[in-house]
């Protein structure tokens, strides 16, 4: 009613909501999930070309529609599922191997041990907070193939705007989300990934 959702979406399910937050799915692949003082608005790139992306014009919508609310911060969060199908650890194995020095941490217990990192870069104008993790892709024929988990964040802070400009900033972040994009991927594979060796597989962006 609010003008901010398309009247013509589809609903992929019925909307989740309780007292810890709400979520409603489209088919279209967008998703809103709101929680006490956060509102997200999440979409899978999978096969989709970038312009066909739906959620930052949501985004944009809901801030117009809620130009009054107290916003404290914006951020950016894309992802990115590397998959290493050749073997059963290789995601684990790229971490702790690629990634981390070799040490004694290694010798204690019956296996090796799960790594995962959290990494914060200070940009020009802006934070970026990356984590690493071990993941599993399932896939349709019931095969598990390890994978790697790449999920940045791109924060910006909001606390010192107030009224008309701190909404221009924010569409202005929305508008520019692409570059955020552009420089996760940038860093993931020039600085992660170049002496990774994995076969050809699709890569999944969130």
Known sequence: MSGVIPSNWELAKQPISSPNGSQVSFKNGVNIVAQPNTISFVEGLGTKEIKELQF???????????????????????????????????????????????????????????????????????????????????????????????????????????????????TEIINGWEKDLTTFRELIYQKFLQKAVTEKASLFDN
């Open 56 to 170: 930052a014009n949501i985004a944009k919508k809901y801030v117009d529609k809620m130009s009054n609310a107290d916003y404290q911060g914006i951020s950016i969060s894309p992802k990115l599922i590397v998959p290493f199908p050749k073997e059963e650890d290789a995601g684990k194995n790229f971490i702790n191997d690629t990634l981390l020095s070799n040490g004694l941490w290694r010798n204690f217990g019956n296996v090796t041990p799960q790594a995962s990192l959290n990494l914060f870069y200070e940009l020009s104008d802006r934070q970026l907070a990356l984590n690493i993790n071990p993941a599993k892709l399932q896939q349709p024929n019931d095969l598990v193939i390890s994978a790697v988990l790449f999920a940045g964040n791109f924060n910006y802070n909001l606390t010192n705007l107030t009224g008309e400009i701190r909404t221009n900033k924010l």
